[in-house]
């Protein structure tokens, strides 16, 4: 991104921000758990994480909003935790877009330019970059509507040029389609990561949707209680995830409990085989849901992995059917078939039925703690 405050310049290692060992507390409560992690230039990072994990004082530390008791934030190379938020030339953009009602889009978007500290432009470079940023997040024609009087996708828009128009040298999203539905929602994914390209500036993205998480981000970091759980690919993180809190958060993996005996994995009175022991203390069989195969009862021996259950229910979702299996301990096992791949199967309630997956496809996984990153 060009800037004419020459704040795009000095970075490190391709990286603009660093956490080293960070944490945050508010009396007794840790909301920041020595939290170290490097966010790359011009990438787009999602930060991933349940309710109360910390996400939103995470942003807020880092954009200076709150101050930290431990550690250390590097913006640029430059350590900034003496430096106050309105000199760290990051941008935040708020779940509820906090836009002024009584202006219009321009005046909306111009507001951030013309009062960003250091920055000295005449009206009318103002209103040439004002322009370019609302012709780029698609509102032009709408310019001198009233914020009340446009959509709420267009105001998010708004939201987002008003904070891209200073040329901030990190962009801090917090929920940002949180306000919109879902057909919306998904429309503005493809739109912020069109926007956040052609900028080449680094946008760091909160969300507690998995699904978001997984389509935005180059990056994902999984935060769990303060602590940094994973940080990897959208599609290592989906297929790898470290330990069962992140499996159980991408909401996409049966966990069954159990514990590893010799070569293979103890539980509902069998033993599985395993390709991989896992870590030391695993306790935890996981096995995605879209990777279970259906069958009638084996007679004989096991070839591979099998569990036999019984047909509980099947919910249709349009391009999946998801199935639900009771295991003889009682525990539920979900079975996900998308219809692109072939007829649905049919089950009947109450009927007893093998589950089989390929060995490789079972993960094993300690219940975890969170990881230092
Ligand atoms: N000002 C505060 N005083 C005391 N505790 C706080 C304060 N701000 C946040 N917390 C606590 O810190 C933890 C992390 O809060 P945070 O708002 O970052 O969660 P979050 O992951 O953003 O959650 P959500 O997705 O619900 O917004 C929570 O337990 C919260 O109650």
Redesign the pocket.
């Known amino acids: 991104m060009a800037s004419q405050t020459g704040r795009n310049e000095g970075a490190v290692g391709g990286s603009v921000l660093r956490l080293d060992r960070v944490s945050k507390f508010?009396?007794a409560?840790v909301?920041l758990d020595d939290v170290s992690l490097t966010v790359p230039d011009n990438a787009y990072v999602a930060l991933l994480?349940?309710?109360?994990?910390?996400?939103?004082?995470?942003l807020r530390t880092i954009a200076g909003f709150e101050t930290l008791d431990r550690g250390v934030i590097t913006l640029k190379g430059k350590p900034v935790n003496e430096v106050p938020a309105h000199r760290r030339a990051i941008g935040f953009v708020f779940q509820n877009f906090a836009l002024f009602p009584h202006l219009s889009v321009v005046d909306n978007v111009a507001f951030g330019l013309k009062n960003a500290p250091g920055v000295k432009l005449d009206a009318r470079a103002i209103d040439t970059k004002v322009r370019a940023m609302i012709e780029l997040v698609g509102l032009s024609g709408l310019e001198g509507r009233a914020v009340t009087a446009i959509s709420g996708g267009q105001r998010q828009r708004v939201a987002l040029a008003r904070t891209l128009v200073t040329e901030p040298q990190l962009v801090l999203l917090d929920?940002p389609l949180g306000a919109l539905d879902a057909n919306l929602r998904s429309r503005m994914c493809g739109e912020l990561r069109r926007i956040r390209e052609r900028l080449g500036v680094t946008f760091l993205h909160?969300t507690?949707s998995e699904t978001e998480a997984l389509a935005m981000g180059d990056q994902v970091i999984v935060?769990d209680q303060?602590r940094i759980a994973q940080i990897g690919q959208p599609d290592e993180v989906y297929t790898r995830p470290l330990d069962a809190r992140v499996a159980r958060f991408l909401n996409c993996y049966n966990l069954i409990e159990g514990r590893v005996e010799g070569r293979g994995f103890a539980t509902e009175g069998r033993l599985l085989p395993c390709a991989q022991i896992g870590p030391a203390g695993a306790e935890i069989y996981a096995l995605r849901q879209d990777l279970i195969e259906v069958a009638p009862p084996a007679q004989g021996p096991n070839e591979g992995p099998r569990l036999p259950v019984t047909f509980v229910a099947s919910e249709y979702s349009g391009p999946s059917i998801t199935s639900f299996f009771k295991l003889p301990s009682g525990a539920v096992i979900t079975v996900e078939n998308h219809l692109s791949h072939r007829d649905p199967q049919v089950f009947e309630p109450g009927r007893s039925y093998d589950l089989t997956w390929k060995v490789d496809d079972a993960l094993i996984l300690a219940r975890g703690t969170g990881a230092r990153a």
């Open positions: 508010y009396g409560k909301a994480g349940a309710s109360g994990s910390g996400k939103t004082v995470l929920e909160v507690g935060l303060g």
